[in-house]
C-alpha cells in the first residue's frame, strides 16, 4: 500500500473513533492507553439478556417528530442513572443533535453547550456531574442502539449520547450501550441524513430537542 493511502486509512479509522466521542479537548481526562482500553473490553458483560427499564426516554424534536428509547439498567446502571438524572433535571431541553453521518450510521447529542450559537464548542460539553466509569457489554451495535458518548478515556462518558442506525461492530465493547430504539426509528434516520454544514457533521439547520421526559415503558408496547 502507498504511503498516501496508507494515511488516508489511518485518517477514516480516526474519525470513526472520535465521531462518537466528545471532543478530547473538553474538561475530561482523555488517555490513549490502548492496553487499559483492551483490558476493559476484555471484562465486558457478556451473556446478559437486556432488561428494559420501567420507564423510556421521549425525545420530542421540534422538525422530526419523537423519538423512543428504552433504557437497560440491567446492563449499563451507572449510565442509565445518570441518563434519567439529566433527563428529570431537564438537562437535555433544548439542546440539539450536533453531529450526523450517514456513512457511519449515527446521530449524537446530549451536549448542554449546544444550547448557544457557539458552534466551535458544540461537542466539548457535559453536565455539571462526575463522568460514568464503562460499562461495556457485548450487546452489539446495530440499527436503533443507545450508547454512550466518551473522551478518548473509556471512563469518560458524561451527557452525551448517540443512535447507531446501522451495524456498527468498530464500537462493540469499546463504547457503553445503554438503550435501544423503540418508536421513531424512521425519525432518527431522517436527522441522520440531514445536510451539513462543508467540512463539518454538523448539522447545516440545527436539530433541536424540544424536550426529554421520562414516560411509562407501558405505554409503549413492542411492535
Not at 437486556?50 to 420530542?60: G, L, S
Not at 434519567?84 to 443533535?97: Q, R
Not at 449524537?108 to 456531574?129: C, E, I, L, R
Amino acid at each position: 500500500m502507498k504511503r498516501p493511502e496508507i494515511k488516508l486509512l489511518i485518517a477514516v479509522i480516526v474519525f470513526a473513533f472520535s465521531f462518537v466521542a466528545c471532543n478530547e479537548k473538553s474538561s475530561n481526562t482523555t488517555s490513549n492507553d490502548s492496553n487499559a482500553n483492551a483490558a476493559k473490553a476484555a471484562d465486558a458483560k457478556t451473556g446478559v439478556k437486556p432488561q428494559a427499564d420501567t420507564e423510556v426516554a421521549v425525545i420530542e424534536t421540534a422538525d422530526y417528530g419523537r423519538i423512543v428509547v428504552e433504557l437497560y439498567p440491567n446492563i449499563a446502571p451507572k449510565m442509565v442513572e445518570r441518563f434519567k438524572k439529566l433527563i428529570s433535571e431537564h438537562v437535555y431541553d433544548g439542546t440539539a443533535i450536533h453531529r450526523v453521518d450517514a456513512s457511519l450510521g449515527i446521530i449524537q447529542g446530549g451536549d448542554p453547550n449546544t444550547k448557544g450559537s457557539n458552534v466551535a464548542t458544540y461537542g466539548m460539553g457535559n453536565s455539571a456531574y462526575p463522568n460514568v466509569p464503562a460499562e461495556f457489554s457485548d450487546i452489539p451495535y446495530e440499527r436503533g442502539t443507545l450508547g454512550a458518548a466518551r473522551t478518548q478515556d473509556i471512563n469518560g462518558a458524561n451527557s452525551q449520547w448517540f443512535i447507531t442506525l446501522k451495524k456498527q461492530p468498530a464500537f462493540d465493547k469499546k463504547y457503553t450501550v445503554f438503550g435501544h430504539v423503540i418508536d421513531g426509528i424512521q425519525n432518527a434516520e431522517i436527522i441522520m441524513r440531514a445536510p451539513t454544514t462543508e467540512g463539518t457533521s454538523r448539522p447545516s439547520d440545527k436539530v433541536v430537542i424540544k424536550s426529554m421526559t421520562l414516560q411509562p415503558r407501558a405505554n409503549f408496547p413492542a411492535s
